[in-house]
């Protein structure tokens, strides 16, 4: 559950196109100040069961001695999972004023297990340098440099970036691909598109909007792990997630927002 929690938060708008060496984006959909906040459920013997909460606050901070933002996310399960499942996990990023991603780090603890991954990016000039960084649950440490002629991104600096797509013109069936790295390797995941639908968020509000699903490759084929409902405007806030896990299934619901840049225009009278 953790792990799609994370892929739906972080590929919620996945809708751009990686432009070779050229890695910078305006920003369109937030500013600094921002927080999301999200309840939980979990599927337990055909009952829905609330599992816990998540949050995720962007504010304008510094980076290696220049302006960038930095966003957190943060996922906490209640006791009633934590009898399944302890989830203790927490993410960090930054990215520049251009949404350039510089800097990426999950610390997740699964069980008795605890892992650390991390990004650090450059640009020098020719295309994208990653130094990645894995530690396991036995604290060995693992250190990898890759190179890409195309942007590479995370969790969290892909939702960055990719809440500032225009949608204009898409026809249900639309498909992207980027590639998302972690402390260990690089990997495609595609994002599909499937219309629109009106949503009830757990603040009591219904929005209107966009519907996506988030698709990794196994065995040869692309398998639906998340689908997801943005808000039709331009903040693009996620305001619900389904997610296909192979014990279950979850779900996640806005619970609230504030600090959002744009107006709302999405919400249904």
């Not at 999950?106 to 020719?126: H, I, L, N």
């Not at 969790?155 to 797509?165: D, G, K, T």
């Not at 219309?195 to 196994?218: F, H, I, P, Q, T």
């Not at 997801?228 to 997630?241: A, E, G, K, S």
């Amino acid at each position: 559950m953790r792990k799609n929690i994370y892929i739906a938060l972080m590929m919620l708008l996945l809708c751009i196109t990686t432009a070779s060496a050229q890695c910078t984006y305006k920003n369109t959909a937030f500013k600094s100040g921002e927080f999301l906040s999200y309840n939980l459920y979990y599927n337990w013997k055909f009952v829905w069961v609330k599992a816990g909460t998540a949050s995720m606050s962007t504010v304008l901070s510094r980076y290696s001695g220049k302006p960038a933002y930095r966003a957190s996310l943060t996922t906490r399960g209640n006791n009633r999972v934590d009898e399944m499942f302890v989830l203790r996990d927490t993410l960090l990023c930054y990215s520049s004023e251009a949404l350039e991603p510089l800097y990426f780090r999950k610390g997740a603890r699964e069980g008795k297990r605890y892992y650390v991954d991390e990004v650090f990016y450059s640009y020098p000039g020719d295309g994208v340098k990653l130094r990645q960084h894995y530690m396991n649950s036995h604290g060995k440490h693992t250190w990898k440099n890759a190179t890409s002629a195309e942007c590479v991104y995370d969790m969290l600096n892909i939702f960055l970036r990719a809440r500032s797509f225009n949608p204009e013109g898409w026809k249900k069936g639309h498909v992207v691909k980027v590639p998302i790295a972690d402390g260990r390797d690089t990997n495609t995941a595609i994002l599909k598109y499937r219309g629109k639908s009106n949503v009830k968020a757990d603040n009591g509000v219904k929005y209107r909007c966009m519907e996506l699903s988030y698709m990794e490759k196994e065995k040869g084929a692309y398998k639906e792990i998340v689908r997801f409902y943005v808000t039709d405007d331009q903040n693009h806030i996620p305001v619900r997630l389904d997610m296909f896990l192979r014990f279950g299934s979850a779900k996640a619901f806005l619970v609230g927002m504030k600090g959002n840049r744009n107006p709302v225009n999405s919400v249904v009278k």
